[in-house]
């Protein structure tokens, strides 16, 4: 019972019981289907590529999982909260293929200019995206949301200008690489490991963690200790917007073109719900960067096995609402302070008995 | 001095987002000129016939042929002056659009409504100015059907049952006509005239042939990205899918490659049966590489229609409410190379 108990006290627990819970749903529903009931679980080999619906959610989930990171840094510094990372996606599909397309071109087979270039060019672009909010946040105090709103509305603008309001293709098998397969693995769980696997890194083996973390949670008590609040503000938005040129350059490569109207459409909303979901306060401060990982990854276990159950995606969102409410409502603190009384309710009860 | 430098990046930044609405606003602006330009000249030539056209965008190479076939007919050689307004994809655009082609009196005002519904209010300003409205491409919904003339439209019914009749036929030839045929289907965004007609239209035909089965329709929200995604769960879902039917060319682009990297394959030498939709120039390339086969075509060439319906208004003939422009379909079994020579996008 007490071994249960500091289970149940442990950080990650909710976020990982939110994924298990997702999972169950899965198995519940083969059961009912008749298949085998560990087939979300069953990964195979087909056609030299790894195959499944676990690896679908993890294969899917790439990009939700490196905008996680950015945002989860952002929401702790800052308190608030970056609405512009979908939009800085887009923007980079813009800048990328119109690089390697060159201006004006809608369907090409060779490269204008090197791989190396687009991507490299994308990535500096969203990377000034970055520091542009950061700059608004961290030395002009302009509240997040709002400063983050210019580029949420203007960075697609702005990649729909570069590509001519077209979509733009660039039909060459070595761009479509990082949305593929590097043997028998998706590239992009790849990416995301490898992008995960650096901020895991520069967190454990920095103090940067616990600086952005003080920052978070009391800005002028961290200055006047002797941070540079602002300065560090300003890195946890350009990490930010780094995060998203490389969703963008997963999400772009999948589709090899820029559908600049669709790439990253509502993805700041999964973001962020990711960061809630992985347990993390909106309100800054403390992090936990597994957490938001789990939560992203939860978040596109949730789709995947809505679009398994067969609902459209006109109606998932509403499905998707309800599993979040309930995900988010087990989390609550008030919630959790009422289930306490509760069973301590009970246990009175059984003990006058 | 820090200071400085920050205050100078900064204000690149916003010259940098700047540069982007200034971009935009400068092509209202050409617009606007545009059609300061026009009103002079029509009181020079009386004999023109002013026609306002609000475009929803240019956002496929589809989107620019049908501009190309309208800019072509409307032509002052052929009797017309057209003002022309590029919405960028903004229903708000297009309302303001429509409102200056009210204020500058054009004699006619042609809309291509990026959605169906809330056009009541300025359709009927229109008609309170006495200015006949011809929508073109999609229709709209209105509680007054009389603030538009007429409607060219594509009738993406039609080419749904076409699809199924085009299914029929070939089942026939492959001597398959009587063995179950699993059908999926990759819907378009939920709402779009193209995908309620097309669903439609082919579901029509479908309940005529007892062995068809169709076993999931899912939404692909006519995205290649989305397309893509929602083959892979079909793919993992069923194994044994014979017909695949696309509502347009960009979610089959994502369904083909999902099926290639499932190791399955499709087209005329594949084990699954490929139907699509809009027939753009990269989709019959695809067909050419074999990787669909047959593609129903949607229209854009309605410039012809559009011009002879405004001379028919003009000479007071009586037009229908509902006019349909032809659409064709692509086989494998087609010159594919010769008939693309000739088309237009």
């Known amino acids: 019972m007490s071994s249960l108990k500091k289970l149940t006290q442990k950080r990650l627990f909710l976020p990982i019981f939110s994924m298990i819970l997702v999972m169950l749903i899965n198995v519940i529903y083969d059961i009912a289907c008749g298949n085998m009931p560990l087939q979300f679980f069953v990964i195979t080999i087909k056609n030299g590529v790894l195959y499944g619906r676990l690896i679908d959610v993890l294969n899917r989930g790439s990009e939700i999982a490196i905008l996680a990171i950015g945002m989860t840094l952002v929401v702790s510094s800052s308190a608030g909260t970056d609405i512009s990372v979908g939009s800085v996606m887009s923007l980079y599909a813009g800048v990328c293929c119109m690089i390697l397309a060159g201006y004006g071109n809608v369907n090409v087979s060779s490269y204008a200019h090197p791989l190396l270039v687009g991507i490299l060019g994308g990535l500096a672009v969203t990377t000034i995206c970055g520091l542009f909010n950061g700059l608004l ?90 941070f540079n609040s602002a300065k560090i503000i300003l890195l946890t938005y350009i990490i930010c917007g780094l995060c998203s040129g490389l969703a963008g350059m997963v999400a772009t490569s999948r589709i090899y073109s820029a559908d600049t109207n669709n790439i990253g459409l509502n993805m700041e909303m999964d973001a962020i719900l990711s960061v809630a979901l992985g347990g993390n306060s909106l309100g800054g401060g403390k992090f936990n960067l597994a957490g938001s990982i789990i939560g992203a990854y939860t978040i596109q276990a949730i789709t995947t096995t809505l679009y398994a159950l067969g609902v459209s995606s006109a109606q998932a969102p509403v499905f998707k609402a309800i599993v979040v409410i309930l995900i988010v409502v087990i989390q609550a603190e008030p919630f959790k302070v009422y289930m306490k009384k509760l069973t301590a309710k009970r246990a009175q009860a059984k003990e006058a008995a | ?223 290649q990205a989305k397309g893509r995604e929602s083959m892979e769960t079909l793919l993992e879902k069923y194994d044994d899918i014979d017909v695949v039917i696309s509502e347009n060319d960009n979610m089959t682009f994502g369904a083909v490659d999902a099926i290639q990297a499932a190791g399955r394959s499709c087209g005329p030498d594949g084990d699954m049966i490929m139907i699509s939709f809009d027939a753009v120039r990269a989709a019959l390339e695809a067909m050419m590489a074999g990787e669909i086969n047959a593609d129903f075509e949607c229209n854009p060439l309605q410039g012809p229609l559009l011009a002879e319906t405004i001379r028919r208004l003009e000479n007071g003939e009586e037009v229908e409410k509902i006019q349909y422009v032809d659409e064709t379909y692509f086989d494998t079994t087609m010159d594919l190379e010769t008939l693309m020579k000739d088309r237009a996008y």
């Not at chain 1, 302009?142 to 990649?159: E, N």
């Not at chain 1, 490991?193 to 002028?220: E, W």
């Not at chain 2, 026939?172 to 669903?199: C, F, H, K, P, Y």
């Open chain 1, 137 to 226: 946040v961290a030395y002009l105090n302009i509240q997040p949301m709002v400063a983050t709103l210019i580029l949420w509305s203007a960075g697609r603008a702005i990649g729909l200008l570069l590509c001519n309001s077209q979509i733009v293709y660039v039909r060459v098998p070595s761009f479509q690489k990082i949305g593929a397969y590097t043997g028998i693995i998706p590239t992009p769980i790849i990416v995301a490991a490898i992008c995960i696997a650096i901020a895991a890194c520069v967190l454990k083996f920095t103090a940067l963690g616990t600086y952005i973390q003080s920052v978070g949670i009391n800005k002028k008590a961290s200055r006047i200790a002797g």
């Open chain 2, 1 to 223: 001095m820090k200071r400085g430098v920050l205050l100078g990046i900064l204000m690149a930044g916003v010259a940098f987002v700047c540069s982007g609405c200034q971009s935009s606003g400068s092509w209202q602006g050409e617009t606007s000129y545009t059609s300061s330009v026009t009103q002079t000249e029509t009181e020079i030539d009386e004999n023109l016939i002013v026609v306002g056209v609000s475009q929803v965008g240019a956002e496929s190479d589809w989107r620019i042929a049908q501009t190309n076939s309208i800019k072509e007919e409307l032509t002052t050689e052929n009797g017309f002056y057209m003002i022309f307004d590029n919405a960028q994809q903004k229903q708000e655009n297009q309302i303001k659009a429509v409102r200056n082609f009210i204020l500058q009196e054009v004699d006619y005002i042609v809309l291509d409504p990026i959605v169906v519904s809330g056009w009541d209010n300025v359709l009927q300003n229109a008609k309170d100015a006495g200015i006949p409205v011809i929508v073109i491409d999609r229709n709209v919904e209105l509680e007054d059907d009389s603030l538009y003339v007429t409607s060219i439209l594509t009738d993406s019914e039609a080419e749904g049952r076409n699809a199924g009749y085009w299914l029929a036929d070939y089942l026939e030839e492959q001597g398959r006509d009587e063995e179950d045929i699993n059908i999926v289907m990759l819907l378009g965004t939920e709402g779009a005239s193209a995908q309620i007609g097309r669903t439609k239209g082919f579901a029509e035909v479908a309940a005529d042939h007892e062995n068809w089965k169709i076993l999931e329709r899912l939404g692909g929200d006519f995205t």
